[in-house]
Every structure is written in C-alpha cells, then in structure tokens.
C-alpha cells in the first residue's frame, strides 16, 4: 500500500493504557504519531484509559496501529478486539501476542522446538514452593520474572534461597505466575524483526547487575553498540535463531527477540516482544537505521502490514 492510499485513510494509534508499562507506551505512542503525523498521515492519538477500543470501528478509524505495551496491549486482548470489530490492526495476531506475552509458555514453546533457551523452573506465588531445591537444580545464582510483564517490570538477580524467596514474592506483586531462570552471565543482545526478515542486532551493556527497567529508560550510561560486536557468522546465528523463535510463537509482522550468550560462547534465547518500545531512541528504530530505514519509514512499514485478517 502507498503512502497516498494510507493518507487516505483514517489511523489511530492506541497508546497508554492501564498496565504497568503505560508511561513507556506514552512515549512509545507519541513517537509514534509524530513520525505519521510528518508524513501527512490523517491519524489520532487514542489513549484506551479514557477511550474504549470498541468504539474504534464507529468512530470511522480504518486501522489500528498497536503502541500499548503490557497487559491488554500486547497479550492479545485488544487483538480480539479488533478481530472482533473486523478492523485492521499491526502487529502480531492474537495467538501470536498471547503466547509471547507469557515468558513460560514461550520458553515451553522453544524447548519442544529444540531452541536454545536457558533451564528454568516455573512457580505458581499461590501455591507451595521450594526454594533450596529450585536453587538446587538451576544453580546458585538465578534470575526472577513475573511470567506476563516486560520492560524487566517486578525481576530479580538473586543469590540464594533466602533471596529468591524474596524475589518471588515481589515477581508476585505483578503475577502469580512467576518464571525462575538460570542466570546467563554474559552479554545481551536484541534482534529486531521487521517483515519476516532479521535487522542487525544489538549489544546492550549496563553497569547496573543486569539490564533492569532504570539501565532500560533512565541510565546515562547503557551503552548499545551496533554493529553489536559479533563476528558475521555469530551475528548470522541470533538473527537465524531469533527468527525462527519468533515465528515458533505465532509471532509476526514486527518486533523484538532478546539473547544472551554464556561464558562458553552458548547463545540462548530470553524472550520474544511483540509490541517493543516505539520512541526514537528505541532498539529496533536503532536497529532499522543501521539497516538504513529511518524512524519514518519504518513506521511507515509497520503500519503497511496493519491487517484484519
């Protein structure tokens, strides 16, 4: 579709929300707007707090550009919604956003795959759990998440029994399902995925004990390095891995795959997002303009693929 039969059309893009991450999606959104707004685009900012996404179709939008992060953002939820109201939307369908919203459900996804993914034990916060013997399989240091959050909302490094008690408890505050993780020493890398097809990935460092919601949107000194340091054929693999992961999930249209690489040169795969964070200086805009696609432009695309299918 041209940019002339998209201007002729009437866009909102939903932002905000109500999850846990509605700050980020503001900014995500705004970013968002502005890059179509320059381009001639007849679009609206529609904020889903104050505004019901049922009330899209009547309100004569024709499609829906997905800038929500979190819950009812990217889980799925408001894609049924709009499947509901036959109105085309970006980004991945609702099996697709559902599955990769829930990190558990994801890493099962990959393992019966045969996809690198780090070992991992799943606690319900709601039942009985054993700590000493979690640490006992995965090892002294392990890593906690709350299954259905992004931006690292609710995670913790921890050292010990004592300290993943803790850690789960506050995983908890956000899901009662809560992902325990080995802890993966070693660099973490992001690929970006735009149209089936792998962007150049990303090297994130931090200063922080790992890379934590303030090394994300608040830090000064998070560097991300693109090229991302790998050799060709390391670079190649992620991009290939990342892919496939992506698409293992039902994921499609656009976005992001983080991985780590261990102290023996092993690459596993964290989690897949398909809603990332949409402001200019975001990792897959950082991502599309080493590929030589302009924050513009990639919006553009992205909105290209909206579809009601």
Known sequence: MSLEQLSAEKI?????GTSAEREISLRSGKAVFNALVRQNV?????DTKEVSPLQLKQLGYDKVFIALHGRGGED??????FEYLN???TGSRVLGSALAMDKIRTKQVWQSCD?????????????????DAIIEKLGQVAFVKPARE???????????AEQLALAIEKAAEFDQHVLVEKWINGPEYTVAILNGQALPAISMKTQRSFYDYEAKYFSDTT?????????????????????????AVGASGWGRVDVMRDADGCFYLLEANTVPGMTEKS??????????????QLVLEILKTADSD
């Open 12 to 16: 909102a893009v939903v932002y905000g």
């Open 87 to 89: 109105l085309a939307y």
């Open 76 to 81: 799925g939820v408001i894609q049924g919604v």
């Open 150 to 160: 992004g931006s690292s909302i609710g995670m913790s490094r921890v050292e010990g």
């Open 283 to 296: 990792l897959v805009p950082m991502a599309a303009k080493a590929a030589g696609i302009s924050f513009d």
């Open 115 to 131: 996809l690198p993914t780090a070992n991992f034990v799943y606690v319900d916060a709601q039942a009985e759990y054993d700590c």
């Open 223 to 247: 560097e991300y390095l693109c090229p991302c340091g790998l050799s060709e054929t390391d670079e190649a693999y992620i991009q290939k891995i990342a892919l496939a992961a992506y698409q």
């Open 42 to 46: 007849n679009v609206d900012l529609v």
